[in-house]
């Protein structure tokens, strides 16, 4: 009998990888959708299968993890060997304007998962994988944060996950639940939501080479972060869940960037040099030079400024992770580093904003339902 995955959060960035990743390892998956008014599954349309074809190996399920009892009928349906508990309302500047959805979602959401597994007495049959996060470490504690660095979160999103984290733990030491936390320091790729700083800089940098957008505005550019791909982030969550012993892991680079140098960076890739000049809310970035004859762009060109509406009420100023025990007793090695997920975000993005440049260049850019 192949494994059943049950996969909340897969219609996410980290969901559609691990979906693809499980597939591949054999396992049937089932997933957790919100119902949206719009389709909210491009990033596994690939994965799709027909509800009418027999046999699938990917089954999706409408829910919630605001709703105890969908998601106590649907483990209970699925009876799953492995869930990966991902589904989060994930952005740190939204919960700062969603709290409580945040605490419902992020936190307690996690218990409903544990104790659907508790009363339906599938405590030994079903393992849980935590989606937890470097954003714990919050307020710098020591460098780098280790599993054994203490927490001071410093977001809602981060106190949820807090809550999240150690009702996990309690539901492993009190029921004997194979339930494990995967601190994650912050992962990217090609498929992370737009409004994330990295994939907002990849977008921006290929509409301002592509002549499509004239400035980019961000937020706080001296923060740091330990940058890794989801690819690579995935394999880690799988390896967590197939130990003799459940125990809680960071995963990690170990390798710290500031958001300004992730920036210099992207426009690298294209060709494009700038010149930083002043700071805090006026700093700007100018086109130093530009090599690449694909791209007009005019030199001495404002590109970068600073938008204080970006600025977070309590900010997390360095993340660097030490991803040691799971590199020991995993086994697990990232496979690509900083400049390989820039080039891997910049390849996608530049193409991305090809194709809406050729549509808008021949008329097709919109259809305009209200005319
Ligand atoms: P995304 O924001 O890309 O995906 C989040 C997923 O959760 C989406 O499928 C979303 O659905 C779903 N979701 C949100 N709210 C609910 C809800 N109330 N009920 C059911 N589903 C819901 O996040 P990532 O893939 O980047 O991250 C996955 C998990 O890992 C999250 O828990 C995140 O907090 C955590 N994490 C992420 C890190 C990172 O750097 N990416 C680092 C450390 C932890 P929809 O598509 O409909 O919005
Ligand atoms: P983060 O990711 O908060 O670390 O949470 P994000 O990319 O949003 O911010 C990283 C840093 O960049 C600074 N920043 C900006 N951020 C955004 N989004 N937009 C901007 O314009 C901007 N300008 C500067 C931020 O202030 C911050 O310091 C991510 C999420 O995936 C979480 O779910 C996850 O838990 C953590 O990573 C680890």
Redesign the pocket.
């Known amino acids: 009998m192949p494994k059943k995955a049950l996969i909340?959060?897969?219609?996410?960035?980290?969901?559609a990888y691990l979906a693809e990743f499980l597939l591949k390892k054999g396992y049937v998956v089932h997933g957790?959708?919100?119902r949206?008014s719009l389709f909210?599954t491009d990033r596994i349309d690939h994965l799709y299968q027909d509800p009418h074809v027999e046999n699938r190996n990917l089954i999706l399920h409408y829910?919630?993890?605001?709703d105890s009892m969908n998601l106590t009928r649907i483990i209970q349906e699925v009876q799953p060997d492995e869930i990966y508990n991902?589904?989060?309302?994930?952005h740190v500047a939204v919960s700062f304007d969603t709290p409580e959805y945040t605490a419902n979602?992020?936190g307690v959401?996690t218990l409903r998962i544990l104790e659907a597994i508790r009363l339906l007495g599938l405590e030994k049959k079903t393992k849980v994988y935590q989606?937890?996060?470097?954003e714990l470490y919050g307020l710098v504690q020591e460098v780098p944060q280790s599993e054994k660095t203490p927490f001071y979160p410093r977001s809602p999103y981060a106190v949820a996950?807090m809550y999240a984290y150690w009702i996990t733990v309690n539901y492993r030491e009190a029921y004997g639940i194979y339930a494990c936390n995967g601190i994650?320091?912050?992962?990217?790729s090609p498929l992370r939501?737009e409004t994330f700083v990295t994939r907002k800089i990849t977008r921006a940098v290929s509409k301002i080479a592509l002549g499509m957008q004239d400035c980019l505005y961000l937020g706080n550019m001296n923060a740091k972060r330990d940058w890794g791909h989801?690819k690579d982030y995935i394999k880690a969550m799988w390896l967590i869940l197939q130990q003799d012993q459940p125990e809680d892991y960071v995963i990690a680079t170990g390798v710290t960037t500031t958001v300004r140098d992730f920036v210099k960076m992207a426009f690298a890739e294209v060709g494009i040099e700038l010149e930083f000049s002043g700071e805090g809310e006026n700093e700007v970035a100018v086109i130093k030079s530009c090599s690449n004859p694909e791209f007009n762009v005019e030199i001495g060109k404002e590109v970068v400024k600073v938008d204080p509406a970006y600025y977070r009420p309590t900010e997390v100023d360095l993340l660097i992770g030490d991803p040691t025990k799971s590199k020991e007793k995993l086994g697990w090695k990232p496979e690509y580093d900083l400049a390989g997920l820039v080039k891997d975000m910049m390849q996608s993005d530049v193409k991305l904003m090809q194709k809406d440049k050729y549509l808008r260049d021949g008329g097709y850019e919109t259809l305009n339902y209200f005319e």
């Open positions: 909340t959060g897969i219609t996410g960035q980290d969901g957790i959708k919100r949206s909210n829910g919630d993890l605001t991902l589904a989060a309302m994930s979602a992020d959401g989606a937890s996060t470097s996950k994650l320091f912050n992962h990217e939501g989801a």
